[in-house]
């Protein structure tokens, strides 16, 4: 049987492949949007830092209102119907204080994560946003699960 190959996922990126991965990645007031398709058995992720794109500069996925739109339209692309996906996210953790909190950055990264997959009409069977921890997790794109743990602070 072979290995399933991995793949890590820094920041500001988007991983989406037929082929079977885990994938993992580490979270703070970011936010990873996993989309599973359980018909084709194939999924997607990506790992943003900042909830809206204003306009200006380059739209790069660093973006959730950016990286939600790719990840989807890469998931089309691959061979998924919109009606078959499903959505997990995870991150927006306060990791930092004060300055954290002031700006609130994680929670307006998930607010952006469901309002976006309410849009699209993708259902979120899973979730774990919020607190003050952060999170490392592994995404298997041939099954869906994402295993995850929590950070300590140091």
Known sequence: MPLIKEHYLYGGAIFADP???IVSTVLGSCV????YDP???MGGIN???L???NGTGLASP???NIAIQKLFEKML???SRQSDLQAKIFGGASVIGNSQNLFQIGERNCEIAFSMLKELNIPIIASDVGGNHGRKIKFNTETGIVLMKYVNKK
Do not use: S
């Not at 990873?32 to 989309?35: D, E, I, K, M």
């Open 32 to 35: 990873a949007v996993c989309l």
């Open 77 to 79: 692309k691959m061979g």
């Open 51 to 53: 909830d809206l794109w």
């Open 19 to 21: 082929h079977p991965y």
């Open 62 to 64: 660093k973006f959730g």
């Open 39 to 41: 018909v084709n058995r």
């Open 47 to 49: 790992h943003y830092q």
